[in-house]
């Protein structure tokens, strides 16, 4: 995982140096399909520093989409303020279109036109662009510059919408989820790909996603969003550790153990048991170095054997069930 280095942290540097993004009270409200109004986005503030990578996960209709298209100026908020580089997302508009890159969450292309003159037509709208054939090697797509998107794979699609962000050579890039709907290995391709434009290319990435292991993988903070609220926002093992504690300790016995028998284990503060084939459990601890030990004192006095056992740090879905009450994919 990468960690933030003192030059990502915000507030470091130059004092006078806008951050890369500012998020001050943001509101907007939609009207609600069945009467009335309600806040999409309820009162979100948060600062991107320059150089950053921030993660904000959340669950559909969370408010996600809704918060960059403001900030990315294609929306206008209810109350509040965003910027970019201190360049206001709605006064400011056109001097700060030029340096961000934004990826919508669907995008549609021209279906006529090929990569190459896609990426030639979106570079024409900048003062500063960079050429279609050095984007499209950067992505692999090289071999594909006279194919049209519908003849792209879904990864290919994916590489493609995000290297269309980056023609005018953007200080901050914009990405909506943009790894939902690929297979495991097109999405760790991306991962490397949106690594390289933070940490080769320098520019700063806002991302969204509804992935846990995304956005504690690439991501030097995560902002957790529901209902329209940060939830919480900090580094992925800063939220671990000050917000899911327990740890858990899981294996199975052959012979059938009394749940009650292992409450009385140090640290434990959970026990579950399930049976399938073996007597499979559960022990949530806040200390895996104490129950461990004592799991298998018990199981020489009590005579039974400790199989398959693994114990699992707390993870940021952990976090999440934590702070919303509820899992992120149901
Ligand atoms: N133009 C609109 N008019 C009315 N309601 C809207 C509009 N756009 C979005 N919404 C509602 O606002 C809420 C937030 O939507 P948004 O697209 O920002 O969520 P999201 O977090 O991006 O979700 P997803 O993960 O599904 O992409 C949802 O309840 C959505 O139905
Ligand atoms: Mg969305």
């Known amino acids: ?3 933030l280095t003192q030059e990502h942290q915000i507030g470091t540097g130059d004092p006078a140096a806008a951050p890369a993004v500012q998020v001050t009270n943001l509101v907007k409200t939609y009207p609600h399909p069945e009467d009335g109004t309600f806040n999409a986005v309820d009162d979100l503030s948060f600062e991107v520093g320059v150089g950053e990578v921030l993660g904000i996960l959340g669950p559909n209709g969370a408010g996600k989409s809704t918060t960059l298209e403001i900030i990315e100026g294609l929306q206008a908020p209810t109350s509040g ?8 997302s709605q006064t400011d508009n056109a001097a700060m279109k030029t340096r961000i890159g934004v990826q919508l969450q669907a995008s549609s292309y021209f279906e006529y036109l090929t990569l190459e003159e896609l990426l030639n037509l979106f570079g024409s709208f900048y003062p500063k662009s960079l050429a279609a054939g050095e ?6 797509l090289l071999g594909k510059r006279k194919a049209l998107v519908g003849q792209l794979s879904g990864g290919q699609a994916q590489r493609f919408s995000i290297v269309a962000a980056m023609v005018n050579d953007p200080d901050i890039v914009f990405l909506d989820e943009p790894t939902t709907g690929l297979d495991p290995q097109a999405r760790r391709n991306l991962w490397d790909l949106i690594r390289s434009i933070n940490e080769d290319d320098g520019k700063t990435v806002v991302m969204t996603t509804h992935y846990m292991e995304e956005a504690e993988e690439l991501s030097h903070r995560v902002a957790i969003i529901d209902a329209g ?3 919480a926002i900090d580094t992925p093992v800063g939220l671990i550790g000050s917000l899911a504690t327990d740890h858990s300790v899981i294996f199975s016995t052959q012979m059938a153990v009394a749940e009650s028998v292992f409450e009385s284990l140090p640290g434990v503060t959970t026990v579950g048991a399930r049976v399938n084939g073996t007597h499979s459990y559960q022990l949530g601890t806040e ?11 018990l199981a020489s006095v009590r005579r039974f054997e400790v199989d398959d056992l693994a114990v699992h740090a707390p993870t940021l879905e952990d976090v999440f069930l934590n702070v919303t009450g509820r899992r992120l994919r149901d």
Request: no cysteine; proline share 6%.
């Open 81 to 88: 303020s965003t910027s970019v580089l201190g360049l206001d």
């Open 287 to 297: 200390s895996p170095k104490l129950t461990v030990p004592a799991l298998f004192q």
């Open 229 to 231: 609220k940060i939830q």
């Open 135 to 140: 984007l499209l090697d950067k992505v692999g």
């Open 1 to 3: 995982m990468t960690t």
